[in-house]
């Protein structure tokens, strides 16, 4: 491994990040304030920057999606979600549910950003006996709450735990990760369905739509759009944005919440992203769902990645 492995910034996210719903009532991008934005962008940077410590330690890997998803998942574990780094299992938590198990390598990053896993953990990713598996395990990972990588189950678990959640009393929501790929799978539908018809208003889905799946482009594999109409028509409250913008994100997040607190549907965001974002060596790269990336290309990744997020964070 090459050795400029240190973040850029060096703010963690809060050890527990337990947080008042009521506060969060921004409803467009311009209601956010800034403050939260560069907070959670600084977060995505250091995803990202994880992610790619992370691969070079394999030499390949899903890098990609982590940078591609990484905006989505600072958001999530840096604004939204309650948990108690040091007790993953708290009771009170939020559930945070990647059925998209390849994707493990961005939730890895996530976690250590969250305080979840130890940040020097990270390089032991893929490796025998790490706790950290190329794809996402529960019985491994503090924080994994499920097995994700047989696509397509992760929505319906997370709607027998809304439901759980919700005859236990409890106030806990639940958030679930999926793919575009996901979207092909009928038991995905199957729960859209059950999660409108209990009136799921605890249960919001993430879907990052990078219009990539194994095979290919999402619309040559099997075509998903119109999507927002899907979710819609089945009763869903739906919302598509620009999944790499922050604010767009956080403003999304805040009106699911709003949403769901006073209506009771479940809530969907649909995010556009760009698959390897925020490093343009790898945005533009063809076999783009599981990278190989040269030994001389990973401190170039990480020099991008860093001259794009100052350019940014001074705009
Ligand atoms: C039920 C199931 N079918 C097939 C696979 C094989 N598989 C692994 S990743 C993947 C692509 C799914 O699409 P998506 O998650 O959108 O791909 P990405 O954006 O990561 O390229 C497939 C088909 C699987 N893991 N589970
Ligand atoms: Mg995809």
Redesign the pocket.
């Known amino acids: 491994m090459t050795t400029t492995h240190e973040a850029k910034t060096e703010t963690a996210m809060p050890v527990s990040n337990v947080q008042d719903r009521a506060t969060q009532t921004g409803v467009s991008p311009a209601d956010v304030p800034q403050d939260r934005i560069e907070r959670t962008r600084a977060a995505a940077y250091r995803i990202r920057h994880h992610a790619l410590n992370m691969g070079e330690v394999q030499g390949q890997g ?1 890098v ?2 982590a940078l ?1 998803a990484a905006d989505m998942l600072a958001t999530v574990y840096g604004d939204q979600l309650r948990f108690r780094a040091e007790d993953p299992h708290w009771e009170a938590r939020d559930r945070f549910l990647l059925s ?4 493990a390598i961005g939730h890895y990053a996530a976690l250590a950003e969250a305080g979840i896993v130890p940040i020097e953990e990270l390089e032991t990713y893929g490796s025998d006996d790490s706790r950290l598996p190329m794809s996402g395990m529960s019985t491994y990972t503090p924080g994994m709450e499920i097995s994700g ?5 992760g929505l319906s678990i997370a709607v027998g735990m809304a439901l759980g959640l919700r005859y236990q009393g409890s106030d806990s929501r639940v958030f679930n990760f999926l ?4 979207l ?2 009928g038991s995905t539908w199957e729960a859209a369905m059950g999660a409108h018809h209990h009136q799921l208003g605890n249960l919001t889905a993430m879907v ?1 739509i ?6 290919g482009k ?1 619309d040559t ?1 099997l075509r998903t759009e119109p999507v927002t109409e899907k979710w819609e028509s089945f009763g869903w409250y739906t919302q598509r944005v620009d999944g790499n913008d922050v604010g767009g994100l956080l403003a999304a997040f805040d009106k699911a919440a709003a949403q769901a607190a006073a209506v009771g549907r479940p809530s969907v965001i649909l995010c556009d992203t760009k ?1 390897g974002r925020g490093v343009p060596l790898l945005e533009n790269r063809e076999k ?3 990278m190989r990336i040269e030994e001389h290309e990973w401190q170039t990744c990480r020099e991008q990645l860093t001259a794009g997020y100052e350019g940014k964070a001074s705009a």
């Open positions: 899903y990609g999606q591609g998209t198990g390849h994707y990588g047989s696509l397509g189950h793919s575009d790929g996901e092909d799978e990052d990078n219009a990539l799946q194994a095979d999402t594999v698959v783009a769902h599981f």
